[in-house]
């Protein structure tokens, strides 16, 4: 396993995240998920270029979130961010929000992605390089 296979990213909750109640809004908790996603990849891009490459990318086709407590402004959360499983098409991404300080989770979320082939618009078989470096990275639960 890669020492670098979870990643951390750090969040500053702002007002503009807010809904009426004064906490985060939970729509604004997927987008916390998708910038930790997106440093995930801009953490280990040589995976991210081998997929570029092969002109394939990852969708998401489930989401699964628990929300745990509130995040309020001023929060300064992390959003930890690891592979859970690599299947034959797809792979599964845990993710947990939780407060910097205290690390006491905020929201937990598992993401199910498929392999998709741009030039044909269908899920392919996860194989070769890009599983290679993906099993490096798998964190076990």
């Known amino acids: 396993m890669d020492a670098n296979a979870t990643v951390v990213t750090p969040i500053r909750v702002r007002g503009y995240h ?21 440093d995930y990849f ?19 086709v489930n989401l699964n979130l628990d929300y ?6 001023g929060d300064d959360l992390e959003v930890v961010t ?16 939780r407060h ?11 993401l199910t992605f498929l392999l998709m082939d741009f030039s044909t618009q269908r899920a392919v078989t996860i194989e070769g390089e890009v599983r ?7 964190v076990a639960s």
């Open 100 to 110: 910097a300080v205290s690390g006491r989770a905020v929201a937990d979320a598992d």
């Open 68 to 73: 745990r407590r509130p995040a309020v402004a």
């Open 18 to 38: 807010l809904d009426g109640y004064g906490h985060v809004n939970n729509a604004r908790y997927l987008e916390f998920l998708e910038e930790g996603r997106w």
């Open 42 to 60: 801009d953490r280990h891009p040589d995976l991210a270029e081998v997929v570029r490459r092969e002109r394939l990318g990852f969708v998401v």
């Open 132 to 138: 290679d470096r993906l099993a490096a990275l798998v």
């Open 82 to 97: 690891s592979i859970a499983e690599i299947g034959t098409r797809r792979m599964r991404i845990r993710q947990r929000i």
